[in-house]
């Protein structure tokens, strides 16, 4: 199928690995056309490092002149999307999912999820906030849900500390999004 076709959503939460946005979002335009969610933490990030593309907010949801039988922005992308990736997933995103919250715009496109379609996670967290007891029940919630978690990798971190909790590096991502894709022939 044609790879034009392919919608990919990225959502980007509030780790610091988001300052890897842009490469991210390079990686995953050789497979589709990838439109970028960032939540208000995220977006702290992606201004940070002047990432060059456009991006949703929760203030693209709602329109001030709203009225009843117009689109709804989070439906929308759900309804239009091949593949979901949240990379970074930050430690409160992965609570909020798990729980079924769904308090800004991105939180709203993984609730309204179309499960026969990818949704890949690839955490990003301190050590201490990746080997704690909640985040193995929030991700076992989320793969018996059907998603596909990449397991964070053990490098120094941002905050100095060395261990578990480094975002995935990207190439694996997006090779495991290509793959599901070509596999399941989604567009």
Avoid at 50 to 60: G, K, Q, R
Avoid at 63 to 69: I, P, S, W
Avoid at 117 to 129: E, G, Q, R, V, Y
Avoid at 153 to 179: F, H, P, T
Wanted: negative net charge; proline residues 3%.
């Amino acid at each position: 199928k044609e790879q034009s076709m392919r919608n990919i959503i990225l959502g980007v939460t509030g780790s610091v690995a988001a300052i890897k946005t842009q490469k991210m979002y390079e990686s995953l335009s050789n497979i589709g056309s990838v439109t970028v969610v960032a939540t208000k933490s995220g977006e702290y990030f992606l201004k940070q490092c002047n990432f060059p593309y456009n991006y949703l907010t929760d203030e693209s949801e709602w329109k001030e002149n709203y009225k009843l039988g117009d689109s709804i922005l989070h439906i929308e992308l759900r309804k239009n999307a091949s593949a979901l990736v949240l990379a970074p997933l930050d430690a409160n995103t992965l609570a909020k999912i798990s729980l079924g919250l769904c308090d800004n715009l991105l939180t709203s496109v993984v609730r309204a999820w179309d499960w026969t379609k990818p949704m890949i996670l690839a955490p990003s967290m301190n050590t201490m906030m990746w080997e704690n007891e909640p985040t193995f029940e929030q991700l076992n919630i989320m793969k018996n849900r059907g998603a596909i978690v990449v397991d964070p990798v053990e490098k120094m971190l941002a905050c100095g500390d060395v261990g578990v909790g480094a975002m995935a590096d990207i190439s694996v991502v997006s090779n495991l999004l290509n793959n599901l894709i070509r596999w399941s022939g989604l567009n």
